[in-house]
């Protein structure tokens, strides 16, 4: 990039907030997927006004930006592979109001998911989408993603929250989608096309979701399965009991062995697999519901149920589930957490391919899903200065797909595409749909500025 | 149309299916708003290879397309306002499956809402829109306008229900979007764009929906007021109070009087309004929830109370809701039903100002609203064939809009632009947002052919 203009942009953000240190430039090179690539520059605005004369200026040079938060998400959707501008939108973390008698919430980008959530409970209320990395992850990236978590089995995903956007254009225009009402069919559902656009059509700075009234109440039930398959088709029975849990997550033997090993918290190590289930509502209809479930896991072979009595006990519980990610990270140098998902009825044959397939390429992994709705987060440990060992690990990767299409499937159901699924995406979409999103992207970014090198 | 395109039009849908009779270009000229056009030819293609080869034609010779089902839509969306194809789905019927593994249906457009519902119903399952039309609204209808309805307020529009759709583009090429799972984040979120398009975009010929665990329990209440604001208070008041009720709907004075003079349910016509709420789910929770709702009820000065003791008389409640329209419709030979929606909390505000301006305009109005979300339909009745009417009840319209948008609101909730909202559109949104719009249609409809002369 060229001097006269790096101290361009420089100005147009103000002092301290533009960086092009090596240890700055470093810091913004890689998100939570595995790949690295410097921008020449990164910036920190503050407010739309600045994002707008960022982008008019990068319009007119033709300069990659690649908007980010926090940098949580999995498939390579902040690295800015053509380097130019990473666009930190962090500091933009104001919560502007939260709105309890709408039941609405307008922030910033830079807002982190759990500030949100404690903003929103404080007032009685409750924002569902709760993305594992919700202590860090921002909305900005979570509206980019459309992100899910353990709760959007019952409660959806960020697009069925989001109501209103400000959105910077690539030629630095400001755009204003949907409103501040729960219905709005109002000209096109362009917050529907930009929920899940990973930076490519535009850059949010400011976000209005709905919010739900709090459940009353919840409970934590953990059910330890000494067979992985039991434990799927536990999952299956629930779903098709008429119970909505709020959360149903299940852990193989690995994931369950690489917890216990760096927190030691007593998990069953013998097992083949455990479920954590929770339910949430009225305080009365829960203890049903609780039954109910109690008696399925039994009829499908649980060795051993664990019902939380009070909430730091369900905590207790959860913990397991929360600390699998990290727990699987301090294995080995490196992870890459896959999200392949499949109609639920399907999710026993899907972990069976996982664990083969694996297991043909020699590969460790640590299997955690989302298991009410299908949503397989396979988490392969491994060492990436090892040639070969990396090798194996891409083409489980490759191996994957396929199997998630044939059983009905989809490549992502949260994580996103990024740089990590693109190679594959001509394998779940048609040359009219791959020709049609393209049009789109052609439209909103003519010049391929906004986080080139990505899915589209 | 030119004779031979005529013929060639007729050759592709095959004998039975084409007609350019009178009585049915008459038939097919008008759907539930005011205004008429006549198409030049009605088609009623079976497939979606049919409807590809009518656009391909269409495509080739410049010829408008306008999508219909079965004409409920209340803003003049199927209105083939420039002549050429109407384009008759009501023959693509089927309900190609209801997974109950996986709480899914698949349908073609042309599957009446009603039959869905009982289709899943009879599976233990549940798909929440229900149009006031769901008795004769089609499925492709309701995701061309992302039909809500009553239920709406606890679950969601149409579009947080759509999982996949098969699209026939503008030049006849058939796109996939999405896929079978609840959780799918694979390239941009085409069927979030699609969704209420008014078939500018495309049109549906195959429609994936996910289902949900059909309720176990409902009740119903009702609460007659002698004053409309205390009404719309006792609304707030329901809304603030962690209660979200599957249905909560308001009636004016004027619609009670509709009901009661053409179908004599005993209504009270000396309460200046009555709500109708529905709670429904689990019904040891019901109880509970019920006698909330009824102190609510009781502090915000609900002069009468009544609680269904069964579903028969439940049904006899709703039955007042359910006639309203009709019982409007008789009173005068027109009517136009309005969709402005404002923030719930602004809703008793909204309320006074369309009270206020059709006494300023000398129309009767009769307002039902789903009251729990901020969507009003003020239902204006008049005669069409009085020129100062006519125009009077169009001024309203015109008047309306900067009230709905002053408190916070938007133009449609629910029914849509069409032709009926269009002059508005550049009140809500602004140039960029126009821009953006036309950009996209554009792209999708180069020449122009899908349901030209609508809101973009």
Redesign the interface.
Known sequence: MRYEIIKELEGLVGPGRASYAPEDLAAYSYDAYTEECRPDIVLFPVSTDEVSAVMKTAYRETIPVTARGSGTNLAGESVPVRGGIAMCLTRMDKILSI??????ATVQPGVVNMDLQQAAGKA?MMYPPDPASWAVATMGGTVG??A?GPR?LKY??T??YLLGLTVV?ADG?????G???????????????F???EGT?GIFTQITVRL???P?AERTIRADFANLEDCSDAV?AI??S???PAALELMNRFAIRAVEKSFGLGLPVDMDGILLIQVD??P??LA??VGHIERILRDTGAVNIITAEDPPDAERLWTARRYAGPALMRLRPNTITEDV?????NLTAMIRKVVEICERHRIQVGVLA?AG???LHPCMVFDRRDEDEFKRVRMVCEDLVPEALAL??????????GIA?APF?KL???P??L???Q??K???DPKGILNPGK??
């Open positions: 709105d309890s008698q709408n039941l609405t009685g993603t459309n899910g959007t959806g995903v697009k069925d254009l225009a400001i755009l204003q989608t409103g501040r009402t729960i219905k709005n069919v109002t000209g096109y559902n362009l917050n529907g096309l929920c899940g656009s059509l739900i009234p709090k009353q299956s779903m098709a008429g119970i909505v509502g009225n009365t209809t049903g519901e998902t499949v109609p639920v009825s989302h709705d299908g949503n009905g499937g989809t490549l992502s159901g949260e994580h996103g595409i699924k995406l779940e979409m048609d009219v749909a020709r049609v999103m049009g789109i052609d439209y909103f899915f589209v």
